[in-house]
């Protein structure tokens, strides 16, 4: 079992910039890939980014492509998602999820964490 714990949210306006953090504890997450996906009211969950468990490879969704940027630093078992630019659409609940594999479908991860509400105002 993985624990997965995000912190980070808040409140900024727009063009501002917040650093999301996902925690990692329980079994080891070694090997997992580890994704963002976010929530707004009344929309569905949507695929923000996911990066391998090297790191080496990412994968962004068009619409956070150029403002976002996701980072890991195993040996702290922690995933990182700097947002700049922000815009008020990217107000949302953000929650970090960990998969075996790279993958940009909700359905293939294992482990979700609770979420950190994201409000950016106009």
């Known amino acids: 079992q993985v624990q997965l714990v995000e912190s980070g949210g808040g409140l900024v306006q727009a063009g501002g910039s917040l650093r999301l953090s996902c925690a990692a504890s329980?079994?080891?997450?070694?090997?997992?890939?580890m994704g963002w996906f976010r929530q707004a009211p009344g929309k569905e969950r949507e695929f923000v980014v996911v990066?391998?468990?090297?790191?080496?490879?990412?994968v962004y969704g068009d619409s956070v492509k150029d403002r976002f940027t996701i980072s890991r630093d195993n040996d702290k078992n922690t995933v990182y998602l700097q947002m700049n630019s922000l815009k008020p659409e990217d107000t949302a609940v953000y929650y970090c999820?960990?998969?075996?594999?790279?993958?940009?479908?909700?359905?293939?991860?294992?482990?979700w964490g609770q979420g950190t509400q994201v409000t950016v105002s106009s």
């Open positions: 999820a960990a998969a075996p594999s790279l993958t940009l479908r909700s359905r293939n991860y294992d482990y």
């Open positions: 329980g079994r080891s997450f070694r090997g997992y890939a």
């Open positions: 990066i391998s468990w090297s790191g080496d490879s990412t």
